[in-house]
C-alpha cells in the first residue's frame, strides 16, 4: 500500500502557475502508475492526468494538455504536477491517487481504477 499527502496548492491570477507535489510512504511508489485528478464544487471528480510506474509514459486530459506536466522521482518518492496558464476552470481541490494495479503498461483514466487517495490540495485561479 502507499499513502500520498499532496501540496502546493493556493490561489493565483489567471495566467501564473502553481506547482504541487505529492509525497508517497511506503515501499511500491515506484511500482504504481501514478494520477492527478481534480473536483469542483458541485461535480464529479475528473481525470487530469496520469504517468507510468516507470515514468517514461505520460497522458492528459484535453482541458490541460500543453498547460501541465506531470512527472514523478521515484528514488525521492513523490509525484509532481506543473501547471501553467492557469485559467478559471481550473478552479478545484486536486487530488492524487495511485492505480488499484502495480506495474501496468498502460495508462486507466477513470478514478474508480485509482486507490490509495490523498486529502486533497485547494487550486483557486482568480479571473
Known amino acids: 500500500q502507499v499513502q500520498l499527502v499532496e501540496s502546493g496548492g493556493g490561489l493565483v491570477q489567471a495566467g501564473g502557475s502553481l506547482r504541487l507535489s505529492c509525497a508517497a510512504s511506503?515501499?511500491?511508489?515506484?511500482?504504481?502508475?501514478m494520477g492527478w485528478f481534480r473536483q469542483a464544487p458541485g461535480a464529479e471528480r475528473e481525470f487530469v492526468a496520469a504517468?507510468?510506474?516507470?515514468?517514461?509514459?505520460?497522458y492528459y486530459a484535453d482541458s490541460v494538455k500543453g498547460r501541465f506536466t506531470i512527472s514523478r522521482d521515484n528514488a525521492k518518492k513523490t509525484l509532481t504536477l506543473q501547471m501553467n496558464s492557469l485559467k478559471p476552470e481550473d478552479t478545484a481541490v486536486y487530488y492524487c491517487?495511485?492505480?488499484?494495479?502495480?506495474?501496468?503498461?498502460?495508462?486507466?483514466?477513470?478514478?474508480?481504477?485509482?486507490?490509495?487517495w490523498g486529502q486533497g490540495t485547494q487550486v483557486t485561479v482568480s479571473s
Open positions: 511506503g515501499r511500491t511508489f515506484s511500482s504504481y502508475n
Open positions: 491517487a495511485a492505480d488499484l494495479r502495480p506495474k501496468l503498461g498502460f495508462l486507466r483514466v477513470h478514478r474508480h481504477e485509482y486507490g490509495s
Open positions: 504517468i507510468i510506474w516507470s515514468g517514461g509514459v505520460t
